[in-house]
């Protein structure tokens, strides 16, 4: 009966660690985030695209750049844009852990609610890492915070 129980509970705990690796995420990238903000003292709203890159982890040495992509139309409409590249260019030695960052402004109307479903549940945002024309991460970014301070 103790051996039974004892496979029953082995088998448990292999399918409960099975189905955690459904949502694996580099080690790569922390900590992506959209947020939606307004500037103080104005009505001006801007999404605010950001994460952090652990460069310590990267599988290169070449330098590589960050973009953030919109996958999803409406998301699309509200800043006008499908694609958001860095200007700087970003090495494995440059640091543990490089913050990256890009605000657009909003300019089409949109409803609190659907934004965050799109971008928490939907997969509306993209952060990559890319080096000429090879992609060497692309992760979703799962985060969506509204801060009107």
Known sequence: MKKLALIIIT???VLVGCSNNNEETSSVIENGQ???K????TNIEYLQFSGNIKVTELDTDQPFSVRFLVKDGEVENIIKSTEIV???QYFRGNGEVVPVGEMRMVTGEYSVKE???KIEKENAVYIELFND???LLSEPIKTFVQNNG
């Open 34 to 36: 959209v947020a939606l």
């Open 86 to 88: 860095l200007p700087e």
């Open 115 to 117: 934004l965050e479903k």
């Open 38 to 41: 307004k500037m103080e003292n």
């Open 11 to 13: 088998i448990f705990i």
């Open 133 to 135: 024309d090879e992609v």
